[in-house]
């Protein structure tokens, strides 16, 4: 749904943007489990001034139909006669100053907002509101050089504030721009691009496997997945019980990856080794032991019935 959603965004806005015949460079996609973000550059200050030609009567044409079609030019029109294959009709040459920017993007976004909404594949209503989205919608951010543009979406209304990890740094932050807006994420244990946290968490998970002599299990599906789901990965190593290494090893393997998406380590022979690495979003100040613990006690669980079944 990340996926989609990123794409369906970034095609939203660049309709949205050429249909307004603005000009833009490098449009980019972020999500994270809780954050969707767009971010385009090289917008101009407003839309290019254009010329329209537009053919009416012929200026022998009664008086009525010249009259008719002059009012129903701008005023200021400028109205010129032209010969036509053979014949002598009124041209009007409209000039139209393009509107700027800021006042056109409200528009676009509304309706990126709109359809955004209704593209989910699963999506929910929440509190008295009719709106829906994937999840409960927070907060929007939406800015070009620095000014809110002031789009909606039922109760939710844009501003320059942003907030960080939802247990770590819940406090709101000020925005002024997008490369702030990376920023402070990052101060606020927020990995925004996706392709870090998935180089953080492969990085992470193969020095902690090499610690104990081991090697991670390649699992690119499932590297993608978790990396879904989590914004400040940390990479964590539990142990399995010796009772539960009788089973083969592809059931140890689709039990642990499948229900708790955890990673399996491989001894240097190749063979399945009784340890797991699992991925946390959280950072727990003095000591991850307790973490491990749990996450050791739930695969226990998880893994006696896996024996039980098989």
């Keep these: 749904m990340q996926k989609n959603a990123g794409d369906d965004l970034l095609r939203f806005v660049c309709n949205g943007l050429d249909k307004a015949n603005l000009a833009y460079k490098s449009p980019k996609v972020y999500t994270t489990p809780r954050r969707l973000t767009f971010v385009v550059t090289g917008l101009p200050k407003k839309q290019p001034d254009t010329q329209d030609e537009r053919r009416g009567p012929q200026t022998s044409a009664p008086e009525k139909a010249i009259t008719g079609f002059k009012s129903s030019l701008p005023i200021g029109t400028q109205i010129e006669e032209r010969d036509f294959k053979d014949k002598t009709f009124y041209f009007a040459v409209i000039e139209r100053q393009g509107e700027a920017t800021q006042d056109l993007l409200k528009d676009v976004i509304d309706v990126v907002l709109t359809n955004m909404s209704n593209s989910w594949p699963k999506s929910m209503r929440w509190g008295e509101h009719s709106i829906r989205w994937a999840r409960p919608l927070h907060s929007i951010v939406c800015l070009l050089d ?20 939802r247990f770590l740094a819940p406090k709101l932050f000020v925005v002024k721009g997008f490369a702030d807006y990376y920023a402070k994420l990052n101060e606020a244990k927020v990995m925004l691009d996706s392709n870090e946290r998935r180089n953080k968490i492969k990085s992470e998970a193969e020095l902690l496997a090499q610690s104990e002599g081991l090697i991670l299990s390649d699992d690119p599906g499932l590297l993608d997945e978790v990396t879904g789901l989590v914004e400040w990965p940390v990479a964590l190593m539990g142990k399995i019980d010796t009772e539960f290494m009788i089973l083969p090893p592809k059931v140890l393997i689709a039990s642990m990856r499948g229900h708790q998406k ?6 240097v022979d190749g063979e399945l080794a009784p340890k797991f690495i699992f991925i946390s979003n959280m950072e727990v100040t003095g000591g991850s032991e307790t973490v491990v613990n749990g996450n050791e006690r739930v695969l226990r669980a998880r893994l006696s019935d896996t024996k039980f079944f098989w």
């Design 146 to 165: 620095g000014k809110v543009i002031p789009v909606a979406l039922g109760p939710v209304k844009a501003s320059d504030s942003s907030s960080g990890h």
């Design 262 to 267: 955890y990673f399996s380590t491989l001894n």
